[in-house]
C-alpha cells in the first residue's frame, strides 16, 4: 500500500513584501503633515473671495432688480395715467359734439306752443331730451348757472356784446344767449352772454 503523504497545512499568512525600513520610510514625516495642513487653509482663502464675489454679485444684482422693479413700477403709472388723459379727452370730445344737440333741444322746448305739450310725441320727444341730460351728468358735465344781474366772469362766460341796460350795473350779465358747461370741474363750453357797458 502506498502512504500518502498529508499535505502540509496550509499557508494561512500572505508574505509581505515590504521590510520594515520600507514601512517607516512610506510613513510621513512631520514636515509632510505640516503641509498637508497648510493646503486646507489655501483652499479655505480661495473660497472666502469666492464667497464675498458671490455676495458682491449677488448685491449688483438686488439692486439691479429693486431698480427694475421701481422703473416698471413707474412706467405702470405712466401708463394708466396716459390711458386716463386718452379717455378723458376721448370722452371730452364726444362730450362736445352732443352740447349742439341739447342746445337744439332746449331750443325746441322753449318755442314749443303749449297746446302741443300735451301730446305723446312731445312728450317722447322731452323723455329723449332728458335721456341725454342724464348721460350728460354722468360724464360729469354740468350747466353752468347764469341769471341777469350775475357778474361777468371772463373764466367762465364769454361776452358777444356790451349794451346799455336799465337797471343792471356795468360789467353785470343782462342775458343768456347759449348755455355753457363744464366737465369735472373744467369749463368745456363757456356760457355766451350779453354783458351792461
Do not use: C
Amino acid at each position: 500500500m502506498e502512504t500518502q503523504e498529508k499535505p502540509t497545512a496550509p499557508e494561512t499568512q500572505q508574505t509581505n513584501n515590504t521590510t520594515p525600513n520600507e514601512a517607516v520610510a512610506e510613513m510621513p514625516t512631520p514636515e509632510a503633515q505640516t503641509s498637508a495642513t497648510a493646503q486646507p487653509e489655501v483652499d479655505i482663502e480661495a473660497m472666502r473671495r469666492e464667497l464675498e464675489e458671490a455676495r458682491s454679485k449677488a448685491a449688483e444684482y438686488l439692486d439691479g432688480w429693486q431698480r427694475a422693479r421701481a422703473e416698471f413700477a413707474n412706467y405702470k403709472k405712466r401708463q394708466e395715467q396716459q390711458n386716463a388723459e386718452v379717455r378723458a379727452f376721448a370722452t371730452l370730445e364726444l362730450v362736445r359734439r352732443l352740447l349742439p344737440i341739447l342746445d337744439d333741444f332746449d331750443r325746441a322746448l322753449k318755442t314749443m306752443p303749449s297746446s302741443l305739450a300735451q301730446l305723446t310725441w312731445v312728450e317722447g320727444v322731452m323723455l329723449i331730451h332728458r335721456k341725454l341730460q342724464v348721460i350728460l351728468e354722468a360724464e360729469g358735465v354740468k350747466p353752468i348757472e347764469v341769471k341777469p344781474g350775475d357778474v361777468f366772469d371772463p373764466n367762465l362766460h364769454e361776452a358777444v356784446s356790451q349794451d346799455e341796460a336799465e337797471g343792471i350795473e356795468s360789467g353785470h350779465i343782462i342775458e343768456e344767449l347759449q348755455k355753457g358747461y363744464t366737465m369735472n370741474n373744467r369749463v368745456i363750453r363757456p356760457t355766451l352772454v350779453r354783458v351792461a357797458k
